[in-house]
């Protein structure tokens, strides 16, 4: 853990959540979170693919067990009721 903040610098990553006990209010979770914000999905895919990143990986993967998943965010103007009409376009045309 001490060598990650380094990795993540070059790539403006930063820590959103790292760990604290989750509370779950429906379904159940296995574990603890961590979640790292980039400015877009290529630069957390350029952070993963990094030889800093690559360097320490299985310090992690070692010692942990999870996954790593890479999602585009959504912005601060997304409105779910666009997503909504679009999927249900989307499935109506069978796209889905």
């Known amino acids: 853990m001490e060598r990650i903040q380094d990795t993540l610098d070059p790539f403006q990553g930063r820590f959103l959540v790292h760990g604290p006990p989750a509370e779950v209010v429906e379904g159940t979770w296995p574990g603890i979170m961590v979640l790292i914000e980039f400015p877009d999905l290529a630069a957390a895919r350029a952070w993963y693919a990094s ?41 109506t045309e069978g796209q889905v």
């Open 51 to 91: 030889a800093a990143y690559q360097e320490i990986l299985q310090l992690r993967s070692d010692h942990i067990d999870g996954d790593v998943v890479l999602v585009e965010g959504v912005g601060p103007d997304y409105d779910p009721r666009e997503r909504s009409a679009i999927l249900r376009v989307q499935m």
